[in-house]
């Protein structure tokens, strides 16, 4: 185990995101004796329930009842323990949000929310369950921290650094096919902070999830192209790194978004109102779903279908390199 | 009238139809939730081609008799009824779950044609259907109700509020169907949350309710009959069923929940539920 780390994995690029996770919240069980785990009929799906082999005494199946799950996690935190709470995304988020909301971020309990089959992840099941609404709903509920990762390492990271992180935390995880971004896991990830995945000046592109993928694969096609586009893994949607975005307003001056998520509501939105409140125009585009529930298909057909796969954000870039930008000497002041 | 023997056979021999081509389906789209599909077949079938009034010609009728599938994840075995029964084109099922097909694992209702509801998400489909049949009352139609839902799905405390309220307002025109194959995803239901005794719960609600074998015709024809003579309060029939019903390397194995099927497996399923059927039908 590297220094400083509470968790390790063999062949992390091989697991997907949710198998990661349950390795971690074992380790993590060794820790904090005060860890339970709660799950409503997903424990094989979400990757809970290798925590529940390993602790069953810490582990409660609650059967197909989510709002209860998430009354009963605040309950379990008001009597002293550090529940952490796993289901599918769209249950969480939509299901049963008052509960999250109520129950939860509004009494600011110590409870750490794991979703996953986020976003378009479950892409054949249907809109029934996928979900593009998540950011837009836990962003809105004061004292929630909200975490999407890159990568099935990332993930393992937001794992470990939401159980030292007060309050409630909403961590989005997808299925998680595709390749990791990250090799190893001590690239300095925390909470807040933003990851510069490469440096550029042209154009910046802000992602979370599995756009930081397809933002990185996008910005090695536009190098080839000879532009210089930088790539932002935006992996905590709130609180939001607004250094990292007014720092990529000033150096490029044209920002695109990427999120698997409807463009309503989420990391753009985010983004978005960050660099009007900075007083700082930019050329901006917001990649994501568009204000429209998911066809059904595989994952990866669906982000081509909505043009945020690399093919789409290029295609995105250069509408923006073709916009003239005035350049503007008083700039620095307008703020 | 009770099903004749000759009824029950044609009955019979559609329920192999629909197993066959759950199986064939669950092959051509990398997987589908198999296992409930299977065990609801049999009051899918008694319903659809004995019991609906409904024309899959004019799926739009406004007095057609509905039918929500609360546990959509049997969808891949409603759609292979549906399409069967007339409502579209078989051949659209080869491309279930593909990318932009209308169909995927839970079906919805603006594509998919004899599909009165989006399901998906346990826990809706009874509200819906307690709001089909209260709303047949308030505009003075005749068309009945009938949704299915899972046992695990019983865990949803939205089962219980639509529940009351049928009860309260005593909806004959409402009959509810819980398949009862005593499994969930994690396991069987009774070791996750108790759900017993069901009838008793639903009878504590104002609920009429009837316990049957839900692969058995005969039963499942004279219960929809007495639901449908019951009045002053809907009605609920637990169909005591086998998840994965007619192939054997599935019944009763909580990990054919969901699951795919190479040509192998495939093969192997369809002479499994071909001998079922064989010895069924003599
Ligand atoms: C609200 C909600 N929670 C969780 C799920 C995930 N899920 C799909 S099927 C299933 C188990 C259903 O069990 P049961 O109702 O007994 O159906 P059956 O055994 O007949 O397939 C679960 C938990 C879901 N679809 N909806």
């Known amino acids: 185990m590297a220094e400083g780390m509470t968790w390790s994995v063999t062949d992390g690029d091989k697991l997907t995101q949710a198998e990661i996770y349950g390795e971690v919240l074992s380790q993590l069980g060794d820790r904090y004796p005060d860890l339970v785990a709660i799950t409503a009929d997903l424990a094989s799906s979400t990757k809970i329930g290798r925590f529940g082999k390993k602790f069953p005494d810490r582990f409660i199946n609650v059967g197909i009842a989510e709002n209860s799950m998430f009354g009963m996690a605040a309950g379990l935190a008001q009597a002293g323990l550090r529940p952490v709470v796993s289901t599918f995304a769209a249950f969480t988020a939509l299901r049963s949000a008052e509960q999250v909301r109520t129950d939860i971020c509004y009494q600011n309990l110590n409870v750490k929310i794991i979703s996953t089959h986020a976003g378009i992840s479950f892409g054949q099941a249907g809109s029934t369950h996928h979900c593009t609404e998540d950011l837009a709903v836990m962003r809105s509920f004061a004292n929630m921290t909200v975490i999407v990762p890159a990568d099935g390492i990332e993930t393992g990271n937001a794992v470990a650094a939401a159980m030292e992180w007060p309050g409630p935390v909403y961590i989005r995880v997808g299925r998680g096919f595709e390749p990791p971004v990250n090799k190893t896991q001590d690239y300095g990830f925390a909470i807040g902070r933003a990851i510069t995945m490469r440096e550029g000046t042209d154009l910046a592109i802000i992602a979370c999830g599995v756009g930081v993928l397809q933002a990185v694969r996008a910005a090695e096609i536009l190098k080839a192209q000879g532009l210089s586009v930088r790539v932002i893994n935006m992996h905590t949607v709130k609180p939001i790194d607004r250094d990292a975005i007014i720092e990529a307003v000033k150096d490029t001056r044209r920002i695109v978004t990427v999120e698997e998520h409807n463009v309503v509501g989420g990391l753009g939105s985010a983004v978005a109102e960050v660099i009007v409140e900075s007083g700082r125009a930019c050329a901006f585009r917001r990649l994501g779903v568009p204000d429209c529930y998911s066809i059904v298909g595989y994952p990866e057909d669906l982000y081509h279908h909505y043009r945020f796969d690399a093919d789409g954000i290029v295609e995105t870039v250069g509408e923006l390199m073709r916009l003239e930008i005035e350049e503007d000497e008083d700039w620095e002041d307008e703020a | ?282």
């Not at chain 2, 399923?269 to 069924?280: C, G, I, K, M, T």
Request: glycine share 14%.
């Open chain 2, 1 to 282: 009238m009770p099903l004749t023997r000759e009824e029950i056979r044609g009955l019979t021999k559609k329920a192999w139809d629909i197993r066959r081509a759950i199986i064939e389906t669950t092959f051509t789209c990398g997987g589908s939730h198999i296992g409930g599909s299977l065990s609801q077949t049999d009051v899918l079938v008694a319903l659809y081609y004995r019991y609906l009034n409904i024309d899959p010609a004019r799926p739009g009728w406004e007095d057609r008799d509905r039918f929500i599938l609360s546990k959509g994840h049997g969808g891949i075995g409603w759609a292979s009824v549906l399409g069967d029964r007339g409502y579209f084109d078989k051949a659209l099922l080869k491309d279930f779950n593909k990318t932009g097909s209308p169909f995927g694992m839970h079906l919805d209702s603006l594509k998919v044609k004899g599909c009165d509801a989006s399901t998906g998400s346990l826990g809706h489909g009874l509200a819906i259907a307690v709001g089909l049949a209260i709303g047949a009352r308030l505009t003075g139609k005749g068309f009945r109700t009938y949704v299915m839902m899972g046992d695990g799905e019983l865990c949803e405390g939205t089962i219980w509020e639509a529940a009351i309220l049928a009860g309260h307002r005593k909806l004959d025109n409402l009959t509810a169907f819980v398949d009862r194959n005593g499994l969930m995803i994690d396991g069987p239901t009774e070791q996750i949350t108790t759900l017993e005794p069901i009838d008793e719960k639903f009878k504590a609600f104002g609920w009429e309710a009837l316990t049957i074998d839900g692969h058995d015709f005969a039963q499942i024809g004279e219960a929809i009959e007495q639901a449908q003579a019951v009045r002053g309060k809907p009605c609920v029939i637990i169909c005591k069923t086998v998840k994965g019903k007619g192939v054997d390397l599935m019944e009763n194995k909580a990990p054919w929940h969901y699951g795919g099927l190479n040509s192998d497996l495939r093969d192997q399923a369809l002479a499994s539920v071909d001998r079922h059927y064989r010895e069924l039908l003599g």
